[in-house]
């Protein structure tokens, strides 16, 4: 592999090489002979750069002819990016190599794992149990619906968008969160568990 990448130059020089010695193959390179031998070289450069373009297909990172048939084995744009609906290619291939190099992690690992792809700088898993009338009296007060998996999620950008004075009074007065991680999340999830998203460094 370490030889592939000559131009029809290298190619050129290396063919005359290969010419029977004498006078009979000593030629400019304008004769007839040596253009025919110059287009034979440039059929090598093209075959040696197809070559090399062959070996960035097979990789997803490097891929750009084949990315759509990448997509296609992979299953995207799946139910995630559909939601989003007009994203980029990059944010294509990044659920992509998502999608690959997480073949046989934990749902544990994946999260952490989807959650540094997405510049958090933790994400943690976390149970809270519900209160009970047998609950401890300083227990937090959580209703059923927090027996779910709680995703905590701390970092810089959490997305956070503010009620403004111009807004709806049906506007929410804070909204937050990263809709293509969460839906990424709750793909991986198991079908028996619910998530709930927390944000920010106070998100516990």
Known sequence: MADLGFDETQYFNALKQLLPPGPAWELEDTDLRMRCLF????????????????????????????????????????????????????????????????????????????????????????LRAPFRVNSRVDARIFNYRWQNWIITATGADTNMTRFRVDNRASIPLAQWGNELFECLIKSFAPAHKGIIFNYGENAK
């Open 39 to 126: 287009l034979c070289a440039q059929e090598l450069a093209r075959i040696d750069a197809d070559i090399l373009a062959a070996i960035n297909e097979s990789d997803p990172r490097t891929a750009s002819k084949t990315l759509n048939d990448w997509f296609d084995e992979w299953g995207i744009p799946d139910d995630c990016l559909k939601l989003l609906g007009d994203i980029d290619i990059e944010q294509y291939r990044k659920v992509l190599l998502t999608k690959i190099t997480t073949l046989g992690y934990t749902f544990s690992e994946l999260v952490k794992y989807i959650g540094a792809n997405f510049g958090f700088d933790d994400v943690s898993i976390g």
